[in-house]
């Protein structure tokens, strides 16, 4: 009786060691098939030059950053793309997993989202019609029709523009940056608040008759905006950030943003104030 319990418990322990070690193995899988292998990327489809189609191709900043991204990562990138004011709908909504149209970091969206580490650092802009040459000053726009594209930081900036100046304007939203620039084309809008790299990329393109004004707005931290309390989204962004990092310090960034604008936003400026 002896040796047929010690025989039973054998064979027991021996089927609990291998039930365990398929356990540890199953858990294992699992674990791996978690990782991501691809990142939906909303992005827009008329930001010229940050992400746009062009006769059906989409090209731009973004493409290229994410491209490299893809390449550091192994991720692959797919892109929806749409108007700028529907890109966080994607996002919301569980149909993308970021958005890539060089997005500011501010309080509002900080305290919905997770963000990446920034991978630019860019002036905000006010870019007037060229023979607007009075206009040097943040004040001077007093009582002139300021347009801004729908879902942009830009409306939040022109009230606050007003509210420090003392100044009233008259806002006007657009749907898209494409509306936005045939209103300035036409003279319906007298003000545009553009990123320096989007607006020395059109004024030399002629995309419009413009000019920058001196004084800057702001400088912008700029970075891919993650769903908060998803694991799926933290791991995600803590690929990311490290790819970023790793850009910024090989100078696959730099040689991205001289492509586009002939100047680098890859690094963080040292006298300038970054806002939230």
């Known amino acids: 009786m002896k040796k047929i319990l010690l025989t039973v418990i054998s064979i027991c322990v021996i089927f609990g060691m291998t039930a365990c070690g398929n356990n540890q193995k199953n858990s294992q899988k699992q674990d791996e098939s978690s990782t991501s292998t691809e990142i939906v990327v909303a992005s827009g489809s008329s930001s010229v030059p940050n992400s746009y189609v062009e006769n059906g191709v989409h090209k731009g900043q973004e493409v290229d950053i994410w491209n490299a991204i893809s390449k550091k990562t192994g991720l692959k990138v797919k892109f929806i793309t749409g108007d700028f004011d529907t890109l966080f709908g994607y996002l919301d909504s569980g149909k993308a997993d970021t958005v890539g149209n060089t997005i500011t970091i501010n309080a509002k969206r900080r305290d919905k989202y997770n963000f990446s580490e920034p991978y630019a650092y860019i002036p905000e802009k006010l870019v007037v019609h060229s023979n607007r040459t009075d206009i040097k000053k943040l004040k001077d726009i007093a009582g002139m029709t300021c347009g801004f594209s729908s879902g942009s930081n830009g409306g939040n900036l022109f009230q606050q523009i007003a509210k420090d100046q003392g100044i009233k304007i008259n806002l006007v939203t657009y749907d898209s940056s494409e509306l936005l620039n045939e209103a300035f084309r036409q003279g319906k809008v007298d003000v545009m608040i553009v990123a320096a790299g989007e607006a020395a990329y059109k004024i030399k393109n002629k995309v419009i008759d413009a000019r920058m004004v001196e004084e800057n707005v702001m400088v912008g931290a700029k970075a891919y905006p993650f769903v908060k309390g998803d694991k799926k989204s933290e791991e995600l962004n803590k690929v990311v950030t490290k790819a970023i990092k790793e850009m910024q310090k ?26 939230d």
């Open 250 to 275: 090989d100078g696959t960034l730099k040689k991205i943003y001289n492509k586009w604008y002939g100047m680098d936003f890859s690094q963080k400026p040292a006298n300038e104030k970054i806002a």
